[in-house]
């Protein structure tokens, strides 16, 4: 079992729908979890972070974290054609140790 | 936010050559981090870089393939050494800034021939 797994996608929506983005993961001790923004040809960007569980909220994006069942999310609202990309989950053990593992992503197209 | 320049952005290789990818951040940072991102993988780290320090290399990446040089707070490179078509992939850089996050920059596109 992948420490962190992420459904690649491609998904496709239409503009101003709600996207849903998950992750699962296996070891407990992860503090931290981020959502990265990955354009074609260009580095992750990052979108939101998250310490322990509960909800963020920036603007269209959510991030939400159950570290009871390992599971993360990212909700956008209102979805634009300038939120396609590839989004990236991470998460750390936090504390000083600032290894980050990565889901292999998730590929969201937003349809005008 | 740290903005972090890298050079080259791409790059197409000969299989047993070397090459030396740069990583300049805007700010003095402590830590500097590689990473590999592989077509349809995970983004890996590489190795962890600090300043007046070995770098630190994760399980499966050794220095005499990867070696890394860290001169200054602002500066790092990363060489990818004897290349073969396994090492086509992105490398990128990242810094942390701020509480427990980290920025990258825009990725070096290796292709070995």
């Known amino acids: 079992q992948k420490e962190v797994e992420q459904d690649p996608g491609p998904l496709s929506v239409p503009e101003g729908a709600i996207v849903s983005l998950n992750c699962t993961y296996s070891?407990?001790?992860?503090?931290?979890f981020m959502w990265y923004r990955q354009y074609s040809r260009k580095g992750p960007e990052l979108l939101m972070y998250?310490?322990?569980?509960g909800n963020k909220e920036d603007g269209r994006f959510t991030a939400q974290v159950d570290k009871s069942s390992k599971y993360i999310s990212l909700f956008i609202r209102d979805s634009q054609p300038s939120d396609s990309a590839t989004y990236l989950c991470?998460?750390?053990?936090?504390?000083?140790?600032?290894?980050?593992?990565f889901g292999k992503g998730t590929k969201l197209s937003v349809i005008p | 936010s740290a903005v972090i320049s890298q050079k080259p952005s791409r790059d197409i290789c000969q299989r047993g050559t070397s090459l030396t990818i740069q990583c300049q951040v805007d700010s003095q940072v402590t830590m500097m981090f590689w990473y590999r991102q592989q077509p349809g993988q995970s983004l890996t780290l590489i190795a962890t870089a600090n300043q007046g320090s070995e770098a630190t290399y994760e399980s499966g990446f050794v220095i005499d393939k990867f070696p890394i040089s860290r001169p200054n707070l602002t500066f790092s490179t990363l060489t990818v050494s004897n290349m073969s078509p396994e090492d086509s992939s992105i490398y990128l850089c990242?810094?942390?800034?701020?509480?427990?996050?980290?920025?990258f920059g825009p990725g070096t596109r290796l292709t070995v021939l």
């Open positions: 991470a998460m750390s053990l936090g504390a000083g140790s600032y290894q980050l593992t």
């Open positions: 070891n407990s001790a992860f503090q931290y």
């Open positions: 990242s810094v942390v800034s701020g509480p427990d996050t980290q920025y």
């Open positions: 998250t310490y322990s569980s």
